[in-house]
């Protein structure tokens, strides 16, 4: 009762309620936040201060960059209920385009998890592809009843198309390739554990159940 509280307290002001509408469809630096909403540094830092006590966003340094850090959404039911649903901010895209760097894990979890819905062409894609997807990640997929949407990773430069949505996973291909969404997910292959895939499974999911409301509501 005690956290639910303080979640709706926090989101009781107009200013934070727009701040995690804007960390909704990805995750923001504090620069990016500031130009987004035109608030001064002192009030961004006294919004962002409250929702962090709140529980409701939290802070991560990049895995590329640790002088960097991005704002992101510690994403629950109850979050997910006080969001803007879906997002007004996104056209629909001809596809979806999944970027990380090795492009064998959590790329591939995302892409499979928005092409069972069957909304938009889904593909993926690396900075710097693996000769394979990892086999932990092909685990959990088969774990959670998904398949892969293809065979093996594929490089970024001959993957991208006209009219693709590209939402980078990671911090590294998003800090060398840019892209329209970022969310800054940690890399299970760094620690190599079924716990590790696991979680970033679980931290993509939110994610994707919005941008799928999202791209079916523009049908």
């Given amino acids: 009762m005690t956290d639910r509280l303080a979640v709706l307290a926090a989101l009781a002001d107009p200013h934070r309620l727009a701040l995690v509408d804007a960390l909704a469809d990805g995750d923001r630096a504090p620069g990016e936040l500031a130009a987004l909403t ?5 009030l961004l830092a006294h919004h962002l201060r409250v929702l962090e006590e709140a529980g409701v966003v939290t802070r991560r340094r990049s895995d590329a960059d640790g002088r960097r850090s991005y704002l992101t959404l510690t994403w629950s039911p109850l979050l997910e209920a006080a969001l803007d649903q879906p997002s007004r901010e996104l056209a629909r895209p001809a596809r979806v ?22 909304i938009v062409p889904v593909a993926s ?4 592809p693996a000769a394979r997807i990892h086999p932990l990640a092909l685990d959990e ?29 990671c911090d590294l291909a998003y800090e060398d390739c840019g892209g329209d969404l970022h969310w800054s997910v940690a890399d299970p292959v760094a620690e190599g554990t079924s716990r590790a895939f696991a979680a970033a499974f679980d931290a993509l999911e939110p994610r994707v159940r919005r941008l799928a409301a999202t791209l079916a509501s523009s049908l």
Avoid: K
């Fill in 125 to 128: 894609a690396g900075t710097a």
């Fill in 38 to 42: 035109s608030l001064s540094s002192s």
């Fill in 141 to 169: 997929l088969d774990r959670r009843g998904l398949e892969p949407v293809a065979l093996a990773p594929a490089a970024l430069e001959a993957a991208r198309q006209p009219g693709d949505l590209t939402i980078a996973v």
């Fill in 97 to 118: 385009l999944f970027t990380c760097t090795a492009n064998s894990a959590r790329s591939q979890l995302a892409a499979a998890m928005l092409g069972a819905r069957r």
